[in-house]
């Protein structure tokens, strides 16, 4: 057991309805995209932490992972803020903001 498997994640940076898929929230689907392209589970992605703490997560398979939520989500995130994101949480709420003003 590792420690990322102990500690909890982090509340959701937003409760926001997921468009396009009907279900879960933007922080399940970034939860998801990341688990997928690291081999990580899920419930082990602490949103707390940053990306760099993900086990198995490579800037390639972040890259991927981006480009999963944007077609999931109908979004486009700037190239950059990949590099300045500071934890899992904090790309969530970016993402739902951008979620948030496609939809207004």
């Known amino acids: 057991m ?3 498997d102990t ?4 509340p959701a940076p937003t409760a926001a309805a997921t468009p396009g898929t009907g279900t879960g929230t933007v922080l399940d689907v970034v939860v998801r995209a990341l688990a997928a392209h690291s081999g990580a589970r899920p419930a082990s992605i602490d949103t707390a932490k940053p990306l760099a703490a993900i086990p ?4 390639v ?3 991927r992972a981006i480009t999963e939520i944007e077609d999931e989500l109908g979004i486009a995130i700037p190239d950059d ?3 300045e994101t500071a934890t899992v949480g904090d790309l969530a709420a970016f993402v ?3 979620v948030q003003e496609d939809t207004a």
Do not use: D, Q, R
């Not at 500690?7 to 982090?10: D, E, I, M």
């Open 2 to 4: 590792t420690l990322a």
């Open 7 to 10: 500690t909890a994640p982090a």
């Open 56 to 59: 198995g997560i490579e800037s």
């Open 61 to 63: 398979k972040a890259l």
């Open 81 to 83: 803020f990949l590099f």
């Open 96 to 98: 739902a903001g951008l």
